[in-house]
């Protein structure tokens, strides 16, 4: 399933206009109500500026399943730029992980609420600093109203800000899942193996994830930055890959390279056809 087919996982939303803004909060506020029993819990947030766009980020647990998952957001100053948003989770395939779209938690399970918006609404606003109001909604019930403040100052100080290596890459895949696009593709051989293909990677300029998940150019002079590939082997001649890249021209180029890399000279990339 490629990226284009979960677009219909994500909600675009027009951000609210102060005059409009009181309509939307109350229902925030009666949400707020039902979620005293800790339905939803939000553990951590983030903000991360991947090229144009920000990317606000929630994780989230529940001790019960949760369906028909939401993000609500209403920006407290006026605007009427257009935001994004998902929930997403990390699924496991072999010993590989990789993040998806998905509107269900599992009990304990760790979802992550993410929202999208041009870095037009700060750089053009009135005002020195915008509010976000974001809470999780389910069919079970809400989180707690949580708010983001972004301006121009903090964006850039929250680039230089250190962070858990660990934590600071699962933000980053995040952001490119969510803001780039991504391909499921067969790499494969007949008449060689596909040994070296970690080998490769790096000779195209990406270096090993954290965990597992794969390998990645997170380098902004690089000319693959924003992509990573995330893989597991079937056999020693074929594997099945995730392909990120925050546009297709990018992604584009991460295929040429494997195909005039060292690797097998059968060796075919194909779309992966469930």
Not at 112 to 135: C, D, G, K, R
Request: net charge negative; glycine share 4%.
């Amino acid at each position: 399933e490629s990226y284009r087919c979960l677009a219909h996982k994500y909600n675009h939303n027009p951000t609210i206009q102060e005059s409009s803004f009181q309509g939307v909060i109350n229902p925030l506020n009666d949400c707020y109500e039902k979620s005293k029993s800790n339905v939803i819990q939000i553990k951590e947030k983030h903000v991360d500026v991947w090229q144009d766009r920000i990317v606000c980020i929630l994780s989230f647990q529940s001790r019960i399943a949760l369906d028909n998952l939401t993000l609500q957001s209403v920006c407290e100053e006026p605007s009427t730029v257009t935001t994004k948003s998902v929930i997403a989770v990390f699924r496991e395939d072999g010993q590989s992980l990789y993040p998806e779209a998905t509107d269900h938690l599992e009990p304990e399970e760790t979802g992550f609420a993410i929202l999208i918006v041009p870095t037009s609404l700060v750089t053009l606003a009135t005002s020195e600093t915008v509010h976000i109001n974001m809470s999780v909604k389910a069919s079970q019930g809400c989180s707690t109203v949580d708010s983001i403040e972004l301006s121009t100052q903090t964006l850039a100080s929250k680039l230089d800000k250190p962070q858990n290596p660990g934590t600071k890459f699962l933000v980053d895949i995040l952001a490119v899942f969510s803001v780039g696009v991504q391909e499921i593709v067969k790499i494969s051989s007949d008449l060689g193996n596909l040994a070296e293909f970690e080998k490769v990677l790096e000779e195209c300029g990406l270096e090993k994830s954290v965990n597992r998940f794969g390998y990645h150019c997170w380098k902004k002079e690089h000319m693959l930055f924003g992509s990573a590939i995330i893989y597991k082997r079937k056999s020693p001649q074929e594997l099945s890959a995730r392909l990120y890249a925050l546009n297709y021209s990018t992604l584009g180029l991460v295929v040429k390279l494997l195909q005039k890399s060292k690797l097998p000279c059968d060796t075919k990339i194909s779309l992966f056809k469930s």
